[in-house]
């Protein structure tokens, strides 16, 4: 079974600072998706960025990038230039391409301090 | 074992149809949700239950209708289906004690189609 794993249960960073958050996952397929989500207090899961398993090129989305290391089955998350609105509970999730399985790390608390 | 678990994995269905989701969670949490996936990926929050009482709920159809029958059951119910409401359906639960930020247990989907 395809398992999603953060290591990092809590986090901080320094306003202004960058912060990496890690994830690795399990798995036998080839194509896959892998996601970062933001969950506010609201409750609501934001979208941060997205990476297709097929795509070699590392995808970023303004301060937001990512660190895929396909063989390795790594998954980082950079925050660069830190922002007090980047408070949140991150989770990395992993989705088959073909069934939308989806797995879900346990998350990362990330404090910003000012 | 699994933490938060939802049925049917697959649902395909005619249009107009009555179908519903069942989910359980043996995590003893108190808060439950359902998330819906849109074909871009982005998951949004449809409701929330905490001790089987609404707590969020956001802007969805009225054919959907949330039944919490104990705080380890959120079922969700969908009337009269259309071809918009085809999607990924993810069930969640949470302690429930934070006001912030809270940790999200996940189900591993159901994918609706609706023909």
């Known amino acids: 079974a395809q398992t999603v794993t953060q290591s990092q249960p809590e986090m901080s960073v320094q306003e202004a600072e960058t912060v990496t958050l890690s994830c690795t996952y399990d798995t036998s397929e080839s194509d896959y998706y892998l996601f970062w989500y933001k969950q506010p207090p609201s409750r609501q899961m934001i979208l941060v960025i997205r990476?297709?398993?097929?795509?070699?090129q590392n995808a970023t989305e303004n301060r937001f990038s990512v660190n895929f290391q396909k063989a390795a089955k790594s998954f980082s998350l950079k925050i660069s230039d830190s922002q007090l609105g980047d408070a949140a509970m991150y989770f990395c999730?992993?989705?088959?391409?073909?069934?939308?399985?989806?797995?879900f790390g346990a998350g990362t608390r990330l404090t910003v301090k000012p | 074992d699994t933490a938060v678990s939802q049925t049917p994995k697959y649902l395909v269905t005619q249009m107009g149809n009555d179908k519903s989701i069942k989910c359980e969670q043996n995590l003893g949490h108190d808060t439950m949700y359902w998330y819906k996936q849109d074909s871009k990926k982005f998951l949004k929050i449809m409701f929330s239950?905490?001790?089987?009482?609404?707590?969020i709920n956001e802007t969805v159809p009225n054919r959907f209708s949330p039944k919490s029958p104990d705080k380890a059951h959120l079922n969700l119910h969908i009337n009269s289906l259309e071809l918009g409401d085809s999607a990924v359906y993810f069930c969640?639960?949470?302690?429930?004690?934070?006001?912030?930020?809270?940790?999200?247990?996940f189900g591993s989907g159901t994918q609706l189609s609706v023909l």
């Open positions: 990476q297709e398993a097929y795509k070699q």
């Open positions: 999730a992993y989705q088959e391409y073909n069934n939308n399985d989806m797995r």
């Open positions: 969640a639960s949470s302690q429930g004690r934070d006001r912030g930020v809270e940790k999200l247990f």
């Open positions: 239950y905490n001790n089987k009482e609404l707590i």
